[in-house]
């Protein structure tokens, strides 16, 4: 049983698949993929992956998402990596501070 073994894997390899995901968003080639891809966003293809998915999706909701999905850019995609990395590294103080205050 993984869960009350005190194992590390599962969150390691979690660890390690969220950190290899972040370098790849670094890179400004991703973001531009990114952003053409979500940029061509339409009702049709976001409701077809949606119900390839098995996920009931109704054409107001599908509307939404490609309006949000279509405001995306290169940049507002690099200004949210350059955000998440600065909470990634808070959180990483936060959560040190909180084990070094439940030692002591």
């Not at 972040?22 to 976001?46: P, R």
């Not at 996920?55 to 279509?70: F, H, K, Q, S």
Request: proline letters at 2%; aromatic letters at 2%.
């Amino acid at each position: 049983d993984l869960a009350g073994s005190g194992d590390k894997a599962p969150a390691e390899l979690a660890m390690g698949i969220a950190s290899k995901l972040g370098k790849q968003l670094e890179k400004k080639k991703t973001q531009k993929q990114i952003a053409s891809v979500l940029q061509g966003a339409n009702k049709g293809s976001v409701m077809g992956m949606a119900m390839m998915a098995g996920v009931p999706m109704e054409e107001g909701t599908a509307e939404r998402l490609v309006r949000v999905a279509n405001m995306v850019t290169e940049k507002r995609l690099a200004m949210g990596v350059k955000w998440s990395k600065r909470f990634i590294k808070v959180m990483k103080v936060v959560r040190r501070v909180l084990k070094l205050l439940t030692e002591w």
